[in-house]
């Protein structure tokens, strides 16, 4: 499934080769108060560490978890690939006074780590094509608990309808839950399954920033044909709820807690 909607990704990118930090555009977005009270997600994972634990949150994008988390725990070894991801994470750190928390910027598969208590994983996994052995990394990695969050359905589902009238075509879809619940089953993992709060979809402030940001996510050229068509069908898509606007019939993300005690912990680094 991952390869395939690369391919269809790509295509639709056209000669324009990908970016080489696709999180450039959304970094910002991705900051929160660490501090911050009321996260569902944040007091769930809450319940896994103890103040003497070790946390490892591979694909920590901007801290939204890993420094809330490093709050309440010894140190946290945040892994995160994208260089305007972990610029965000330290820029947060240093302004909110958070000095446990290391930053090894490397993608999983390459990080060179020393196992963590509980090793955290939060939507990543929909793109990884080896997915076997980047879930075996995380299982040896885990002194205690490896813990995925991932929704019910792919993170972008939510714009899928709007592939069919600006592309002519199904947008095809990622691995969710459930993809990853059969990948745990062959691996011989049985995990815990939490159901948390469904999210509401995404809004935009005005409907110019909604035609910027999903030119972006439908691979859109300036001025192009499918372009064109986005900014015009997109007022009879969108509709207002609290102040925002989404698209019309999107429906809520759900995320769910993926966990279990690791099957083959390792001591050392690796």
Not at 75 to 98: F, R, Y
Not at 104 to 110: A, C, I, K, L, P
Request: charged letters at 25%.
């Amino acid at each position: 499934m991952v390869e395939e909607e690369h391919a269809q990704s790509d295509a639709m990118r056209g000669a324009v080769p990908p970016p080489e930090d696709h999180w450039r555009p959304y970094a910002d977005n991705f900051r929160d108060d660490p501090r911050r009270a009321g996260d569902p997600m944040v007091q769930r994972l809450l319940k896994f560490l103890g103040p003497n634990d070790t946390l490892m949150d591979v694909g920590a994008g901007g801290g939204r978890l890993a420094l809330p988390l490093a709050l309440h725990c010894r140190g946290v070894v945040a892994v995160e690939p994208s260089a305007s991801m972990a610029s965000v994470l330290q820029q947060q750190a240093q302004e909110s006074g958070i000095n446990n928390v290391s930053l090894t910027q490397s993608s999983w598969e390459d990080a060179q780590v020393e196992p963590a208590d509980l090793v955290l994983c939060s939507h990543v996994v929909y793109v990884i094509r080896e997915i076997d052995a980047f879930i075996r990394k995380l299982d040896s990695h885990a002194r205690q608990r490896v813990v995925i969050v991932v929704y019910n359905a792919p993170p972008q589902s939510q714009i899928y309808p709007l592939w069919q009238r600006v592309h002519g075509q199904d947008r095809l879809a990622l691995p969710s839950l459930p993809q990853l619940l059969e990948v745990l089953e062959e691996l011989g993992i049985d995990p815990q399954v939490d159901e948390l709060p469904p999210q509401p979809p995404r809004g935009y402030d005005s409907l110019q920033q909604a035609v910027e940001q999903l030119n972006r996510r439908l691979y859109l050229a300036p001025g192009s044909p499918e372009a064109v068509r986005l900014e015009q069908l997109l007022p009879e898509m969108v509709v207002e709820k609290g102040g925002v606007l989404q698209i019309k019939d999107a429906e809520p993300l759900r995320p769910s807690l993926v966990w279990w005690r690791p099957k083959h912990p390792i001591v050392g680094v690796g």
